[in-house]
């Protein structure tokens, strides 16, 4: 397959500076001010306002992330899990005014999850019917809408929980999203698969892909090129599948090097540039 068009995770200042370079050529965006709770909890009209304007003459892919702090999708308190559901739906709201077509979701689970599978062997069962029920009062709006929930890896070091969590609810809306430096730092900390495993495992289900690099360490999100990850077979990795995620760079900082490394990951893919980007020093 041909590798998607790679876009650009934005807030709003992000945003601002990177406008023209992602209109221009309609590259995908993910907006991701509304992560935050006193922002997702209030009145989102202002700054729904400002990217519908400033988007006017964007036609290329849009997505959000949802929110996430304290939101456990396989909560095991049913009450808890209204609200997860309350915030998410109003996640939905906000990407069906900015006509957006994915919202990323978290992952449940965890390293814990996976030492203890045979400790606890319902374990694993139990926080995928309580996560298949938090998204059953979801994903019907997600279809109405035309969006879809992407599940990220965060804490994940099994690759595959959240392919047969998605297996097992079986909604077209539902897939799975892989983040690259989450993977790296599970890899590294945590005896993990490496990157291209993840996206072995997620191959049929993979709809969104967080690319940022890492030292095996920390949640870095630093620039691809200025960490440890090997992108060449990474890239390839993800070309091989048969559907087309979309490519999403994450980055902490120095956005004004955006371009370029958008620039340096297509000409890797297409095997004319080896060199990685230049760190930036401040």
């Known amino acids: 397959?041909?590798?998607?068009?790679?876009?650009?995770?934005?807030?709003?200042?992000?945003?601002?500076?990177?406008?023209?370079?992602?209109?221009?050529?309609?590259?995908?965006?993910?907006?991701?001010?509304?992560?935050?709770?006193?922002?997702?909890?209030?009145?989102?009209?202002?700054i729904i306002a400002h990217y519908k304007s400033a988007l006017s003459e964007h036609k290329g892919h849009r997505g959000i992330h949802g929110p996430f702090f304290g939101l456990d999708l396989a909560n095991p308190d049913y009450d808890m899990r209204k609200l997860?559901?309350?915030?998410?739906?109003?996640?939905?709201?906000?990407?069906?005014?900015?006509?957006?077509?994915?919202?990323?979701?978290?992952?449940?689970?965890?390293?814990?999850?996976?030492?203890?599978?045979?400790?606890?062997?319902?374990?694993?069962?139990?926080?995928?019917?309580?996560?298949?029920?938090?998204?059953?009062?979801?994903?019907?709006?997600?279809a109405d809408i035309g969006c879809d929930l992407v599940i990220e890896n965060i804490e994940d070091t099994d690759p595959t929980m959240r392919?047969?969590?998605?297996?097992?609810?079986?909604?077209?809306?539902?897939?799975?999203?892989?983040?690259?430096?989450?993977?790296?730092?599970?890899?590294?900390?945590?005896?993990a698969p490496p990157v291209v495993d993840f996206i072995a495992a997620a191959a049929g289900y993979?709809?969104?892909?967080?690319?940022?690099?890492?030292?095996?360490?920390?949640?870095?999100?630093?620039?691809?090129?200025q960490g440890r990850l090997n992108w060449q077979p990474l890239l390839q990795a993800i070309?091989?599948?048969?559907?087309?995620p979309h490519l999403i760079i994450e980055v902490r900082d120095d956005m004004a090097r955006i371009p370029h490394t958008a620039r340096w990951l297509g000409d890797l893919a297409r095997s004319s540039l080896l060199t990685p980007p230049t760190l930036s020093i401040k």
């Open 1 to 46: 397959m041909t590798l998607s068009t790679i876009g650009v995770a934005v807030t709003r200042d992000g945003f601002d500076h990177l406008k023209d370079w992602i209109c221009s050529e309609d590259r995908p965006i993910e907006i991701q001010d509304f992560v935050a709770p006193d922002l997702i909890a209030g009145d989102c009209s202002a």
């Open 84 to 142: 997860v559901q309350q915030r998410l739906l109003k996640g939905l709201e906000i990407a069906e005014a900015l006509s957006a077509k994915h919202m990323v979701v978290h992952s449940p689970f965890s390293y814990w999850d996976l030492l203890n599978r045979y400790n606890y062997p319902n374990s694993i069962p139990s926080m995928n019917a309580a996560a298949a029920d938090c998204l059953a009062g979801i994903l019907p709006r997600a």
């Open 163 to 191: 392919v047969a969590l998605v297996q097992e609810i079986g909604h077209p809306n539902l897939k799975v999203s892989i983040d690259t430096g989450h993977a790296d730092l599970a890899h590294g900390q945590f005896t």
């Open 206 to 225: 993979l709809g969104h892909v967080h690319l940022q690099d890492a030292d095996g360490y920390s949640d870095r999100h630093w620039h691809p090129g």
């Open 239 to 244: 070309d091989a599948l048969d559907e087309t």
